[in-house]
C-alpha cells in the first residue's frame, strides 16, 4: 500500500514506515503530523483518485529537524571574466510514516 501526498508544494510517494525529509514544518521531535492533502492512494488492487481518497490520511511521526548538505552554484560566463558562486543550505524534518488510513 502507498500514498501520493503533497507538503510543501512537493509530491511524494509514500509507504508505512518510509523515512524522507520534507520542507521545515517547526516541530519538535516524536510530534505526530497529519497529511490530508493526498493526490492518489493504491490499496494493493487498484488506484484511487479524487473523490474516492478525499476523507484519507496519512500519519507521520517527526524524527528530526535540520539541515541538508551545502549546493554550491556556480555560474560562469565565458570571455566576460563574469563569475558567481554561491551556496545554499535547505531547511528539512526528517519524518517516519507511521499509517495510511483511506
Known sequence: ?????????????????????????????????EFTDIIAVNDGEALKTGEAVSNAKVTAEVIVEGRDKKVIIYKKRRRKDSKLKRGFRRNFTKVKITNIAV
Open 1 to 33: 500500500m502507498y500514498a501520493i501526498i503533497k507538503t510543501g508544494g512537493k509530491q511524494y510517494k509514500v509507504s508505512q514506515d518510509d523515512i524522507l525529509n520534507i520542507d521545515l514544518l517547526n516541530k519538535a521531535p516524536k510530534d505526530t503530523i
